[in-house]
């Protein structure tokens, strides 16, 4: 199977190349094959960008900008629809942050839970011993590549619910362990969709019928659930306005903190103030919950993009908040500026080191990109509704 690194590349330059490469492809091609998953390695119908605008190691603007200067709005929709859905997911759990929470606290107590057969089946998919040939496969696919094709997600995450009676909110945790682009929105409001929960009452089954068609006759899997009834609701918070952030203060004198939300963050104010800067590839306070391919890319993206920074620059894996806060102290920084992190792990150690920082009297300030503050507000019903904004959003 072809190693993540030879797939992707962990460069802001190999990441402009994937985008050149697939332009071409970007309108009628793509509309027509995207749905077919052509096997391991280089997916022939998709552009493969996603672990890029995931750590925004390329910005959905750029990308959208790339693709309209070689196509008409009409001949590129579906590829334009497809990068606002990253945003539109980010922007719902953004209003709805107890969504996050509350799958957290699901993760342990359906691990808990769990009867001796569901334990067994657990310990297969992971492993790719189901016996269930295309979901093994891809099991496999999905832990030594980090990617997986996202049509394949929806059929092993309705597999993974329907035929092997397991929680979804496990097989969210097993996905973002593993995938290079898998990101808190997108990730586990996906599950939550699959198993009838984020449109209630509305499932997606994997038939193999579908899954022969669009894997090119490679699989008919036997044995597969007839049927997907949907999973009881859970309450649906009211959404919550955008908060507003602070802005940094251009005269206090500050430390410069980048992480893998947003490798390409712009510098928000004058070098001149900024007397280092941190890159942090993994966890804020603690270890994302990355491993394998994941951990991997974001560790050599990390190094690769503070090659490109002026100033002195110090790559970490996971942050420590204490030396952080030494390092403050011993350079006489007061404020700390980083990208705003959407909810999920990242997000949850900005809001601890922001507590810490300020018992020592340091500031710690997101800055929120301009596409975010235009995408995530209109992300209060579903996507229909949020489609409807779209070429305001991309500025036609």
């Not at 712009?266 to 804020?284: L, M, R």
């Not at 560790?299 to 204490?322: F, H, M, R, W, Y």
Request: glycine share 6%; hydrophobic share 40%; proline share 7%.
């Amino acid at each position: 199977m072809t190693p993540w690194i030879e797939l992707f590349p962990p460069s802001r330059e190999a990441a402009l190349a994937r985008l050149q490469a697939f332009i071409p492809a970007a309108g009628h091609t793509y509309a027509a094959r995207r749905n077919y998953d052509s096997g391991p390695g280089v997916k022939a119908g998709v552009s493969m960008l996603s672990p890029y605008l995931r750590h925004r190691l390329l910005s959905e603007a750029e990308v959208v900008a790339a693709v309209l200067a070689a196509h008409s709005a009409s001949a590129a929709e579906k590829f334009i629809q497809e990068v606002c859905w990253r945003s539109y997911w980010k922007g719902w759990l953004q209003l709805r942050p107890s969504v996050w929470t509350d799958y957290l606290c699901l993760v342990e107590t359906d691990r808990a839970d769990l009867s001796d057969a569901q334990q067994i089946n657990l310990a297969a998919a992971e492993a790719g011993q189901t016996g269930i040939d295309c979901f093994d496969d891809w099991a496999k696919e999905l832990v030594e590549t980090g990617y997986l094709h996202n049509h394949t997600r929806m059929w092993l995450a309705s597999i993974w619910v329907f035929t092997l009676n397991l929680p979804w909110s496990l097989g969210a945790d097993w996905f973002l362990r593993h995938l290079i682009d898998g990101d808190a929105a997108s990730n586990t409001l996906s599950w939550r969709w699959v198993a009838g929960i984020q449109t209630e009452g509305k499932t997606y089954l994997a038939r193999p019928d579908n899954i022969e068609q669009f894997t090119h006759g490679r699989y008919r899997p036997q044995g597969l659930a007839t049927a997907a009834p949907a999973l009881p609701p859970r309450h649906k918070p009211p959404v919550q306005p955008l908060p507003t952030l602070r802005s940094p203060d251009p005269n206090t004198p500050s430390l410069r903190l980048i992480h893998s939300e947003d490798f390409t963050a712009p510098n928000p104010i004058s070098q001149a103030s900024v007397a280092e800067t941190w890159v942090v590839s993994g966890g804020i306070s603690e270890c994302w919950p990355w491993s394998g391919a994941g951990q991997a890319f974001c560790q050599a993206a990390a190094e690769d993009i503070a090659t490109s920074l002026e100033g002195a620059v110090d790559i970490v894996d996971v942050l420590n908040t204490e030396a952080l806060i030494n390092r403050c102290q011993a350079l006489g920084r007061t404020q700390v500026i980083t990208s705003e992190a959407p909810v999920g792990p990242i997000a949850d150690g900005l809001h601890s080191l922001s507590t810490a920082l300020a018992r020592e009297g340091i500031t710690l300030t997101q800055q929120r990109r301009e596409w975010d503050q235009l995408a995530w507000p209109r992300a209060t019903k579903g996507f229909f509704a949020f489609k409807a904004y779209i070429p305001e959003l991309i500025g036609l």
